[in-house]
């Protein structure tokens, strides 16, 4: 790129053409955070263009201001625009979330050209371009190197911040929120941040814009361009750092080509460029689904990452400050659904360094009572105390923190994410980096020790051997395996499992059971709800039995698997 310029021969036409493209590739880029990694599809993103173009139009045009200067003021005027579009916008979830960013999307289209300071529809011109040291950059093959410069600047920071703890929360966030809150990532905030961070690179191509062309109108800003920017993002790549690039390159290419050539064909009086356009374009996300980055990158070898080295230790968890208390009770906790009670007035207690099974027909209430635990569902009424505190109501972010890990029956891993990333997710809580220092790669140390301790909780279950692959390439009974390694990142003091030994083989379930006895024995607390009668009544020191949402008994396996209460509602006889 940095030596296209300089080739003979290169019309001035193309080089125009090739910073077009980055200036919508920054727009994208940004799309393919929100969009394609964070699971946000905005059609509203040229707003955020508009934003850092009028600023720097007005305050360099009424005010004086060097193109330069306005650069910090255009980003804060964009950012602040997305701090609140974003606190109204992320919240809302499936079709609500897109149909609020195309209705704020319009508005501001509108607003733009209405305002008078903005120049109404006339817009502004005569921006002056930028110059250094007395020197305009007019001629299109020097603002290229500017334009490409700050493209790839982008795409690097960008990388480096999706590779990163602060970039797993954020990769997390696609597959749902559940299982990063279970971890202490906030979804909200994550959601925000992506936002915002897009918003800025939109806001840094719109001031780029106003010195490029020197002139600025509302049309650029809205939705038409909005969902071109979107395309451009899925057509490339949704999701690929690259793709933005392929995308903006494909679809900016594309629309010229057509309004050369159509014309041509078929005569000016017919404008069909529209149309091809939307038929080019839907079909080459027939051909590409996931969009044409995937195909490019896969000429080339994948470069698979080292397992991580070693690092110092992560520092563990104090111990407790309320030792003589049962570690988790729960006291007459009720859960109704409606007229349904899914979990009728269950007390029962989870001592330190204890593995104690709940157990009971499907539909018995064990699942709900996991959740209530873990601040996935709030308790009707009752109590849930852990070290003597209650914690009934508190989200799963703050369980979390307390030293309460799960998993889930239904695996929530990041399919996508290698082993080693989705256990590291479960140590978010014990690395500091934020999202500046990921960027600027002043993490590594933070993110060194993450990986290295996601690594031990690996190689501790097992499943060294698998660490590299990507979570959804492993079998089914091995994903809840990894989950148990990333439950054990959070260094947890209880862990809750649910349904763990399900689909593995009798060899794994054999090393799973030796496992969860080495963590009682190093005082860790294990509850677990399990089908498998022979796992459970060989490795749990207490037994709770649900049926129907209530509590019919609990004791040591042994009595449990004499008592008739049990035998008639839950063994139905089969013992
Ligand atoms: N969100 C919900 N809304 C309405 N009813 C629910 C909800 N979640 C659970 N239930 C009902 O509560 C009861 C207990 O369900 P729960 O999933 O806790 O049982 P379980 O013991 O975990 O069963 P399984 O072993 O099949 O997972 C069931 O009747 C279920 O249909």
Redesign the pocket.
């Known amino acids: 790129m940095a030596a296209l310029p300089l080739i003979p021969g290169v019309p001035v036409f193309a080089i125009t053409l090739i910073g077009n493209i980055g200036l919508a590739a920054l727009v994208a880029l940004g799309l393919v955070l929100l969009t394609g990694v964070g699971g946000m599809t905005s059609f509203g993103q040229a707003a955020f263009c508009g934003f850092g173009a009028y600023t720097t139009a007005v305050l360099s045009t009424t005010y004086g201001w060097s193109p330069w200067a306005t650069l910090p003021v255009a980003l804060l005027v964009s950012g602040s625009a997305a701090v609140v579009l974003g606190l109204l916008t992320v919240r809302l979830s499936g079709h609500f979330l897109p149909l609020g960013t195309l209705a704020w999307g319009i508005s501001l289209y509108y607003l733009f050209g209405t305002l008078d300071i903005l120049g109404r529809h006339d817009g502004i011109s005569g921006i002056p371009p930028f110059s250094i040291a007395g020197h305009d950059l007019i001629d299109p093959r020097t603002v290229h190197y500017l334009i490409w410069g700050l493209v790839i600047g982008a795409a690097i920071l960008t990388m480096h911040l999706l590779d990163s703890r602060v970039g797993r929360a954020i990769r997390a966030l696609r597959r749902g929120q559940l299982a990063g809150e279970s971890f202490g990532i906030d979804a909200a905030r994550m959601k925000l941040i992506v936002f915002v961070y897009a918003a800025l690179l939109a806001g840094l191509s719109g001031w780029l814009y106003a010195h490029v062309t020197r002139t600025v109108t509302q049309t650029p800003f809205g939705i038409n361009a909005g969902i071109e920017y979107l395309f451009m993002a899925v057509l490339g790549g949704a999701g690929q750092i690259f793709g933005a690039v392929v995308g903006a390159g494909l679809v900016t290419v594309l629309k010229e080509a057509l309004q050369r050539v159509l014309p041509q064909v078929f005569g000016h009086g017919v404008q069909l460029e529209a149309v091809v356009f939307g038929i080019l374009l839907v079909g080459l996300l027939q051909v590409a689904r996931e969009g044409v980055w995937p195909h490019i990158a896969a000429l080339w070898p994948a470069r698979g990452r080292p397992v991580p080295p070693d690092a110092p230790a992560l520092a563990r968890r104090s111990a407790s400050a309320a030792p003589a208390e049962k570690l988790l009770a729960l006291d007459g906790a009720v859960k109704k659904?409606g007229g349904?009670t899914?979990v009728n007035a269950v007390s029962f207690a989870v001592g330190r360094g204890e593995i104690v099974a709940l157990i009971?027909p499907?539909?018995?209430?064990?699942?709900?009572?996991f959740n209530l635990i873990t601040g996935v569902t709030r308790l009707t009424t009752g109590a849930v105390r852990f070290e003597g505190m209650d914690i009934a109501g508190a989200p799963p972010q703050e369980i979390a923190r307390l030293g309460i890990a799960r998993t889930f029956?239904h695996v929530k891993l990041n399919p996508e994410m290698s082993v080693l990333e989705n256990v590291a997710l479960g140590a978010h809580l014990r690395g500091h980096a934020g999202v500046l220092s990921s960027m600027l790669r002043l993490d590594r140390r933070d993110e060194a020790r993450l990986l290295a301790e996601a690594r031990r909780q690996i190689e501790r279950v097992g499943l060294a051997e698998h660490m590299l692959k990507p979570a959804g390439s492993l079998a089914l009974g091995q994903q809840r395996v990894v989950e148990i390694a990333r439950a054990l990142a959070l260094d947890p003091v209880l862990l809750l499992l649910d349904e763990p030994a399900a689909g593995l083989r009798h060899k794994e379930k054999e090393a799973l059971a030796a496992l969860l006895r080495s963590l009682r024995a190093q005082g860790m607390s294990v509850l677990l709800?399990e089908?498998d009668m022979g796992f459970v009544m060989g490795l749990t020191d207490h037994i709770v039995v649900?049926d129907f949402?209530t509590k019919i008994a609990e004791g040591p396996p042994a009595a449990i698997k004499t008592n008739p209460q049990v035998l008639e509602a839950y063994l139905g006889g089969v013992a």
Do not use: D, E, I
């Open positions: 659904y349904l899914a009971g499907n539909g018995a209430g064990k699942s709900t009572t029956q709800v089908h649900l949402g």
